[in-house]
């Protein structure tokens, strides 16, 4: 059973193997599976959900150890397209513990950039699925774009809900901002749900807060979630109701990706009901495990296989809950 289609960029990170080493102290390297979709993709199947990912990587060995990382954790690659002359790309990332983060890309059109192969029979079947989840790094190339939103278009078609998580990149567009805030919002207009950080509401909707969430809303989809990172309550906005969550606070070991497992957190919470149908309370509750699910990622390490199963978050938030 396909409960959730994603799609969206795979590649290899290397990550310095100590925390709080930069790129220009570390000496040693852990290798791993990596990019803003494949992290959601890794976390959603540990929290037992069924997932299909879209996506695309060269025909070497980095595709081959990401695709078998996928495979391992029980993720449905068929979609996975392997592009003969295209190697997968690389990227570099460190945190130092305190929020700051570096990160170095390396993807070069013709080279290394697999997703540019992507066609019309990728996504065939991309609606045979409850939620069809699509994020801000799978519309930036302007020739992938119209095959995301007409395949958002056919899930919602086919009575699948449709995701859109803004995680914006604004340097990776070279575009006006202008220009980006009109891709933004012809996104955020086909999706059902919509997960962004209070910077994004203020770029795509032009205000902050609830009123910027009530702007998102006219746009289309009727459920809003808006995080604070780790400083401050992160709201959801359903129908017109808003309810506040409050953050956890934990050590943090690795940070890169923590957004992303937040919204697999939440998405893997809505999974358990009927997500055409839920309320106010049941989203958050959605947002109350996915921030639980994020605060445990980053308090362990950039290893996909350190991230927690479904149990694994109730039981913490349990103990969260009587002091622990």
């Excluded at 996975?80 to 295209?86: I, N």
């Excluded at 899930?155 to 070279?174: D, F, K, M, P, T």
Aim: proline share 4%; glycine share 10%; charged share 20%.
């Amino acid at each position: 059973m396909i409960d959730v289609t994603t799609v969206g960029s795979l590649f290899v990170e290397l990550t310095p193997s100590a925390p709080g080493e930069t790129l220009a102290s570390a000496h040693r390297y852990m290798l791993v599976a990596g990019g803003a979709a494949a992290n959601v993709v890794f976390a959603l199947a540990r929290l037992g959900a069924g997932v299909r990912f879209i996506s695309a990587v060269g025909d070497d060995e980095f595709g081959t150890l990401a695709a078998d990382e996928l495979r391992a954790f029980g993720v449905d690659t068929a979609g996975v397209r392997r592009v003969a002359g295209q190697l997968t790309p690389v990227t570099f990332a460190s945190v130092d513990g305190r929020g700051g983060k570096q990160f170095r890309f390396y993807r070069f059109p013709g080279f290394a950039h697999p997703m540019g192969a992507l066609s019309a029979p990728d996504f065939a079947d991309a609606g045979a699925c409850r939620v069809f989840d699509f994020s801000e790094g799978s519309i930036r190339d302007a020739a992938l774009r119209p095959l995301i939103f007409q395949a958002a278009r056919a899930a919602r078609a086919a009575g699948a809900r449709v995701l859109y998580a803004v995680n914006l990149r604004r340097a990776s567009w070279a575009r006006p901002d202008g220009e980006i805030a009109a891709v933004q919002r012809e996104a955020v207009a086909l999706a059902d749900i919509v997960v962004l950080n209070e910077e994004e509401t203020l770029f795509v909707s032009g205000t902050r807060g609830e009123v910027g969430l009530r702007a998102l809303q006219a746009l289309g989809p009727s459920t809003v979630v808006m995080t604070r990172g780790g400083d401050g309550e992160m709201l959801a906005r359903v129908g017109d109701v808003t309810r506040a969550v409050p953050p956890y606070r934990v050590p943090v070991i690795y940070d890169v990706g923590a957004g992303d497992t937040f919204h697999a957190g939440l998405l893997a919470a809505a999974l358990r009901g009927d997500v055409a149908h839920l309320t106010a309370d049941d989203w958050e509750q959605a947002v109350r495990f996915g921030a639980a699910t994020a605060a445990i990622r980053v308090s362990t390490s950039a290893d996909p296989r350190d991230l927690p199963r479904y149990d694994d978050v109730r039981a913490w938030m349990k103990q969260q809950r009587d002091g622990g």
